[in-house]
């Protein structure tokens, strides 16, 4: 594995990566990383993903990997266009645990994360929710869905983190770099994942309300 840091005005080497993540932040960095992203570099980001390399888009990252973001002051920031995907920031945020039913590759698993943001997200025709909402708020609080995929990348508001807690959605990003690289369909060998189903079931847990229930019964 090697991992490459690509900061502002740091180009993107065509063919020469598998596997793409963009992380969140403020809506003050968002707009810097929005503006570095316009033009050729977000282009050679979305030809990658159109060429068979996988991406992870998380918060802040997944509205820009969509058409674009508009603040609660109004400030537009320009998305790279992967994702068929609108955000408008909302005057509340939407925070908390959150399950979903989520599918990939044909596969459906229950996915847990934490959402923290104020955007609400809608999805075009051209896009595919990363899952349906069982406990949470999700896209924008109303849709019952959360996320967007697109070929091999997914656009989601999860964190918390993701990736250690949903080990199936790390192997499928995992496989599809490797078949990126190899040319090849790639499965991963089963890993030992008890510490990691146990994570996600608390979280699981959360979203669901079973640890305001338990405490609530200690109360009483």
Known sequence: L????CGPGDPVTP???DLFYLGGGQDRDQALVAQDLTGAKGQAIVSAIEDGAALLAVCGGYQLAGRGYVGVDGTSMPGIGLLDAETVAGTTRLIGDVLLEAR???ATHEVAGFENHAGRTHLG???TAFGRVIAGHGNDGTSGSEGATRLR???TYLHGPLLPRNPWVADTLLEWALEHRTGE???????DDALED???AVAAGRA???RGERLIGRRA
């Open 125 to 127: 025709s051209g896009a």
């Open 2 to 5: 090697r991992v490459h840091g």
């Open 104 to 106: 990939l590759g044909g």
């Open 15 to 17: 063919g020469a990566h």
């Open 208 to 210: 669901r309300g079973e």
């Open 198 to 200: 146990r994570a996600r």
């Open 153 to 155: 990348a997914i656009g």
């Open 185 to 191: 369909a790639v499965r991963l060998e089963p890993l």
